[in-house]
């Protein structure tokens, strides 16, 4: 028995984190943005195959929050899943893997006995 992990989105992204002096304003063809006061206001203008789109969105920020930035079509936007920096993702994976070698060294120290003989796991052979 090993352990494995679901790949995650190792998009990199910039981004800024916020504080109560964050100003700044951003533009391009579908999207007007301006932080100050700790709110960020979004206007999108946007129109594709059958649809069009005019929305209005105010999002209240608090000292700290991290915004990433994709400039293409979202602008700044405030993540909806926990973020990390790419050095604290790599500690956090490095700590996984000694843990997983510390307790499961391949079939020989299975400790949950899942690799016995009469083991009932299906494993698809």
Request: charged letters at 35%; hydrophobic letters at 30%; proline letters at 1%.
């Amino acid at each position: 028995m090993n352990y494995y992990v679901l790949n995650d989105d190792i998009k990199l992204y910039e981004g800024i984190k916020v504080t109560k002096e964050t100003k700044l304003e951003f533009r391009n063809s579908k999207v007007y943005q301006k932080i100050e006061n700790l709110k960020l206001f979004v206007r999108r203008k946007n129109k594709g195959n059958g649809f069009k789109e005019d929305s209005r969105i105010t999002i209240d920020l608090q000292e700290g929050d991290i915004l990433l930035f994709e400039g293409e079509n979202r602008g700044y936007f405030k993540p909806l899943d926990n973020i990390c920096t790419v050095k604290e993702r790599i500690e956090c994976y490095e700590a996984y893997a000694l843990a997983a070698d510390s307790i499961v060294d391949g079939d020989k120290n299975d400790f949950r006995s899942n690799e016995k003989e009469g083991s009932k796991i299906n494993r698809g052979v």
